[in-house]
Nanobody, 131 residues
Framework: QVQLVESGGGSVQSGGSLRLSCAASGYATSDYYMGWFRQAPGKEREGVAA???????AYPDSVKDRFTISQDISRNTLYLQINSLKPEDTAMYYC?????????????????????????WGQGTQVTVSS
């Protein structure tokens, strides 16, 4: 059974940094596309980072150059390094594991991860950025 547990969220000032972690159990993160998405109150879910089995990554323009996704295969843990935080980054951040799907790419994973039809999610960790 897939289990994803996020940690590392918190309250920071604009310009600060955070590193989110996602501990996975029940499978090896390196065998699947993994990612992070966020959801702010009243807004749609937004995929913010994805990583594939070959290490290919994808980010939307809104976070490119500020967010970095990585994984420690030995720890079966996914990370999201967030730098230069902005108030608009305030949201609940979720870790996602994409279910196997033909033709998946890191770019496609950004969208697919936001649907429970295609991914399993953790419980989320809150990130709050004050100006």
């Amino acid at each position: 059974q897939v289990q994803l547990v996020e940690s590392g969220g918190g309250s920071v000032q604009s310009g600060g940094s955070l590193r989110l972690s996602c501990a996975a159990s029940g499978y090896a993160t390196s065998d699947y596309y993994m990612g992070w998405f966020r959801q702010a109150p009243g807004k749609e879910r937004e995929g913010v980072a994805a990583i594939g089995r070959d290490g290919d990554t994808a980010y939307p323009d809104s976070v490119k150059d500020r967010f970095t996704i990585s994984q420690d295969i030995s720890r079966n843990t996914l990370y999201l390094q967030i730098n230069s935080l902005k108030p608009e980054d305030t949201a609940m951040y979720y870790c996602a594991q994409l279910r196997p799907s033909g033709g998946m790419t890191a770019v496609r994973a950004l969208r697919a991860m936001t649907s429970r039809l295609f991914a399993d999610w953790g419980q989320g960790t809150q990130v709050t950025v004050s100006s």
